[in-house]
Nanobody
Framework: QVQLVESGGGLVQAGGSLRLSCVAS????????MGWFRQAPGKERDFVAA????????YYTSSVKGRFTISIDNAKKSVYLQMNSLKPEDTAVYYC????????????????WGQGTQVTVSS
């Protein structure tokens, strides 16, 4: 079992920045690929970004490329999402998740999920 806890969400004005953190506990964190997803009210949970367990490969949905950066620190059992130039359409609950699958953008391939952290971007 892997337990994931997100933090760092909040209310920010458009153009601002937030840094989300996700800390893992439980069984070994190593060798899990990590992803961030988000879910806006009334919408599906969508892929945002993912990293290989080593951090040597990262993936982003097109709408956040150039604005968001995902990173992983295995020593701290943590994954981060730096979000810059935030837009109102980035408003959602953000979830981190862990998988051993290489299907980074497929939410159904993830085995473990955090409880989510709310990000609200005002215009």
């Amino acid at each position: 079992q892997v337990q994931l806890v997100e933090s760092g969400g909040g209310l920010v004005q458009a153009g601002g920045s937030l840094r989300l953190s996700c800390v893992a506990s439980g069984r070994t964190f190593s060798y899990y690929n990590m992803g961030w997803f988000r879910q806006a009210p009334g919408k599906e949970r969508d892929f945002v970004a993912a990293t290989s367990w080593s951090g040597d490969r990262t993936y982003y949905t097109s709408s956040v490329k150039g604005r968001f950066t995902i990173s992983i620190d295995n020593a701290k059992k943590s994954v981060y999402l730096q979000m810059n130039s935030l837009k109102p359409e980035d408003t959602a609950v953000y979830y981190c998740a862990a998988t051993r699958s290489p299907l980074y953008s497929d939410k159904n391939s993830y085995n473990y999920w955090g409880q989510g952290t709310q990000v609200t971007v005002s215009s």
